[in-house]
Every structure is written in structure tokens, then in C-alpha cells.
């Protein structure tokens, strides 16, 4: 992505992180809520067809928009998940990292 698709991109994750507060924990529903904003009646497109096209649509991956919301949620206490949530994440990358170790 270049720099100006990731700044538009960053400004719309902390508008919906702003305003739909259930995001702030899920990076599935921040992303299903970004694609009903961009993309036309999507509760009626067929997941090979989305999984297939978004690159060619310039649609952000699920990854990007995670690192958005990890970058925006470190530095703004307002717009991060609940307590429970963040302890989760925690110990999901607890896991991950003794993964990568191979414990």
C-alpha cells in the first residue's frame, strides 16, 4: 500500500473505532463494518468472490487494517478494547511467540 492509501486508511479505522466501540475488540467486525462503507451490497457477495478480488478493487487486506487498529489503539487509551480483551490478545501472543520458538 502507499503512504496515502495508509493514512486514508488509518483516518477511517479510528473514525469507526470512534464510532462503533464493539470494533475496538474485534478486528472481524472492524472489518466487515469497513467493507459495507466501501463496498456495494456486500452482505450479498460470495466470499470466493470477495477473497479473489479485493486486491484488484485496491480493498485492504484484514491484515492492514489490524496493524491500523494496533497502531491507533497504542496511542489513544480512549479507543482501546476492554480490559478483558486486551488480556486475551496478550496471551494470544504469548502463545504465538512460543509458537515461533517452537515450545
Known sequence: MEKKAIKDLERRVRKILKDEPATRGSD????LIL??????DVENMK????????????FPSIESVGRCR??????????????EVQLLRRENEKSFYEYSLGF
Open 47 to 58: 466470499v470466493s468472490a470477495f477473497i479473489l478480488n479485493y486486491r484488484k478493487w485496491g
Open 35 to 40: 467493507m459495507r462503507q466501501t463496498l456495494e
Open 28 to 31: 472481524d467486525l472492524l472489518y
Open 70 to 83: 494496533r497502531k491507533i489503539q497504542a496511542n489513544n487509551e480512549a479507543l482501546k478494547p476492554s480490559r
